[in-house]
């Protein structure tokens, strides 16, 4: 590819230069390459250990625990639409309260522990919809930053 | 003579191949077809390096990675793939319509072979807005 043949003083360079374009396409390329696997989102939970002899995260007493039961949240199909049915009650700590107090009361009760602390243990029904189930997360975990959530599986 | 090389066929190729790019990474994932359950605001879960997928579809059938798997094998498989991999972390996609007793059974069954943690995966209002 030597165009400049003949006039061996003028250094005259007839190509274009791709460098720039090869490198914004590679970029383009490694952005597409980070940014899919990130695509996906949810919820962290932890699973206690079967096992007897772990050791409880936290004293018996300091524990909160969020109680879905289906006989005050009949979520046992997948919610139509946004949100949960308005009648949807659950259990904390010892009180009955709507779903839809959910962030705030989580919020006054683990707001002002330390953030290794801030742990909501759920117990939910085996009946219920999954859907539902993660729906009562997402409002108990968006009162709070860094929310542990462990799940009881055998109450 | 003309000095200037024709860049337009080489445009053309790297848009054809952007197009491909973004058609082809929805379906690039791994696993069966799960409707994913929509929720407000799922966080991030990290990046795909060392992320073991487990799937549990519409009627409950389990599936590692892109593998379906019997019930009583699930613990084997789950093993195995840990085992290819030098930091994993599971996350479960359940499809909606399903019960929490079938996921909390996979969950189970996640804990036995090691894990403490898992992350279910949710579709937030966002990626439904970009029509993911």
Do not use: H
């Not at chain 2, 991030?44 to 799937?55: K, M, N, P, T, Y």
């Not at chain 2, 019997?70 to 840990?82: H, K, N, P």
């Amino acid at each position: 590819m030597d165009f400049n043949r003949g006039d061996s003083g003028s250094n005259l360079q007839s190509e274009i230069n791709i460098t720039p374009l090869v490198d914004v396409v590679l970029v383009l390329l490694i952005i597409f390459m980070v940014v899919v696997p990130l695509l996906m989102q949810g919820y962290d939970v932890d699973i206690p250990k079967t096992s007897s002899n772990a050791k409880p995260a936290q004293a018996e007493e300091s524990r909160l625990i969020l109680i879905i039961s289906p006989a005050t949240c009949g979520i046992l199909k997948p919610p139509a639409g946004e949100g949960l049915p308005t009648d949807c009650r659950v259990t904390l700590g010892d009180q009955k309260i709507a779903a839809t107090e959910l962030p705030a009361r989580v919020a006054e009760i683990l707001g002002s522990r330390p953030a290794e602390k801030r742990v909501l243990f759920l117990a939910a029904d085996d009946r219920l919809n999954y859907e539902g189930v993660l729906r009562i997360l997402d409002l108990a975990k968006s009162g709070v930053e860094d929310l542990k959530v462990e799940f009881i599986t055998s109450y | 003579m003309q000095a200037s090389i024709n860049v337009t066929p080489l445009v053309d190729v790297v848009l054809v191949l952007l197009i491909i790019f973004m058609v082809m990474a929805p379906q690039m994932r791994k696993g069966p077809d799960v409707r994913l359950p929509k929720t407000e605001k799922p966080s991030q879960q990290g990046d795909e390096r060392g992320r073991i997928l487990v799937s549990i579809d519409e009627a409950g059938g389990l599936w590692v990675n892109d593998k379906k798997v019997a019930a009583e094998q699930f613990g084997d498989a789950l093993r195995a793939a840990v085992a290819a991999e030098s930091s994993p972390k599971v996350v479960i996609r359940g499809d909606a319509k399903l019960n929490f007793r079938q996921v909390r059974e996979a969950m189970q069954a996640v804990e036995q072979a090691g894990f403490r943690g898992v992350g279910l995966i949710a579709k937030g209002r966002n990626a439904e807005a970009r029509g993911e």
